[in-house]
């Protein structure tokens, strides 16, 4: 096939996201040239473009941040021909090699806290993989904290739960509920786990990020204690907290249409395509010498790229810039010449605006500032029209027979109560809100309202 007839698929209809989620959802990744699946079972190649929303994310949370492993554990059983005495792990998180570096570091209570932060890639061994959502080989953040005291630990678990609600909200256009996971549903060895929640339009919930207060545990499995102000010897108190490339599947499945990709404009790689339009020859020049005064006004204030290209139409240029997501497309041809402006196009109404060059440098960013809202906004609204309310496990059974979505229910930490709807429903529970506002009355005294979704 040539690379021309490759392009024009690439531009061909996705499914509908109603007909088939999940075709549509690989459809996007794969044409949008996000990623695509490597030779080597459940690991994703992540392309320029998809790597590109990758390092926004990450510049954006840099700016923010100042035993239960073992089914999805991948052994090492071989080295070159020989077969090792000793199998290895490879890991799926970092606390052992953590905690074996800070029982050395730590000596004094004057060395606390210690708050490490690191960009990585881990391998999980996962059965069902999906681009972004789940692979054996992925890219994440993980924060490891050590403190002196429990109150110190469990203020940092808070204030990085804080940190991921503001990200996704801020930076993804995300609604998510921040709260706390389960006995069933934490993290092995923590004393609890906190996650923020996030709906997709499949009415599927995303857990989207997490941060654990690991207590004493791994302070004492690997002997990491501190000499206090009184001399005597304690173990420390930790936190871990994790965020991985699974939030690009989250901003695919939250923001995407029929048409394709939707971006925030605060991570988009380009945040605005120019599209010189000419029909003759000699319109060119102006055009062209007229996007020059475009990029010169926006130099420093917009990601903008200028598509060019001979070999391709406006048309399919528009396609292509659609399906990839580009918030805003500005269109130029002689009539914005004429009139000293542009044309510019909404990605997620499609709404249009002709903008002077005059104004431009200042319009522009607040448009998409008006977008970033936009997107949040509708996506807030998604999530309230699929959450219901129930009080009960039949309730809840007769919802998720025809629904999919958030169901707020009345809880006392019962655990055969959430066994018993997990078994009959399907749904997991997901969080217990630490706002519970939203719910003021449903539930009784002694209780707390918890969230359940059928989730990925």
């Known amino acids: ?16 996201q109603t007909d088939d989620f999940s075709r549509w959802y690989n459809e996007v990744v794969r044409k949008a040239q996000l990623a695509d699946y490597a030779p080597v079972r459940g690991c994703m190649v992540i392309r320029p473009y998809g790597y590109g929303l990758w390092e926004h994310m990450q510049r954006l949370l840099d700016e923010r941040i100042v035993e239960g492993f073992a089914p999805q554990v991948a052994w090492v059983t071989q080295g070159g021909n020989d077969a090792l005495e000793e199998r290895l792990a490879i890991r799926p998180t970092s606390e052992a090699i953590i905690g074996r570096m800070y029982s050395r570091w730590i000596e004094s209570y004057r060395d606390l806290p210690v708050l490490i932060n690191q960009w990585c890639n881990v391998m999980r061994w996962e059965k069902v993989t999906r681009l972004f959502l789940r692979t054996a080989e992925f890219l994440w953040q993980e924060g490891h904290t050590a403190h002196a005291t429990a109150e110190e630990g469990k203020a940092e678990v808070l204030r990085m739960l804080e940190v991921y609600r503001d990200f996704a909200e801020t930076d993804l256009a995300i609604p998510v509920h921040a709260g706390r996971k389960s006995a069933a549903e934490k993290f092995a060895g923590a004393e609890m786990t ?7 339009r499949d009415g599927k919930a995303l857990q989207a990020g997490t941060s654990h207060d690991l207590g004493q545990h791994f302070a004492k499995v690997f002997d990491i204690t501190f000499q206090d102000e009184q001399g005597k010897r304690q173990f420390v108190h930790q936190t871990s907290w994790g965020a991985s490339t699974r939030l690009i599947g989250a901003v695919i499945m939250t923001h995407g249409d029929d048409q394709g990709l939707r971006l925030p404009p605060r991570i988009a790689p380009v945040q605005a395509v120019v599209v010189p339009i000419w029909r003759k020859d000699e319109e060119r020049a102006a055009v062209t010498e007229f996007i020059a005064k475009v990029v010169e006004a926006l130099r420093g204030r917009v990601r903008l790229y200028v598509d060019d290209r001979d070999q391709y139409t406006p048309g399919w240029k528009y396609n292509e810039h659609e399906l990839r997501g580009v918030p805003v497309r500005i269109e130029v041809g002689p009539k914005d010449v004429a009139k000293a402006a542009v044309m510019s196009v909404r990605r997620d109404g499609r709404a249009k605006e002709s903008i002077p060059l005059a104004a431009l440098g200042e319009r522009l960013p607040a448009l998409l500032e008006e ?16 959450t219901a309310t129930a009080r009960t496990v039949a309730e809840m059974e007769a919802h998720f027979a025809t629904r999919r979505g958030f169901v707020a229910v009345p809880w006392d930490g019962s655990a055969a109560f959430e066994a018993e709807a997990k078994e ?3 749904a997991t529970l997901r969080c217990v809100p630490l706002d519970q506002t939203p719910w ?12 359940f979704a059928r989730a990925y």
């Open 1 to 16: 096939m040539s690379d021309l007839d490759q392009r024009k698929q690439f531009v061909e209809d996705l499914s509908d």
């Open 194 to 200: 906190y996650s923020i929640e996030a709906l997709m």
């Open 371 to 386: 977008i970033q809202r936009a997107l949040f906004e509708s996506a807030r609204a998604f999530r309230e029209e699929n």
């Open 424 to 426: 009959r429903t399907g």
């Open 440 to 451: 003021a009355g449903l539930a009784g005294a002694g209780q707390d309202v918890a969230l």
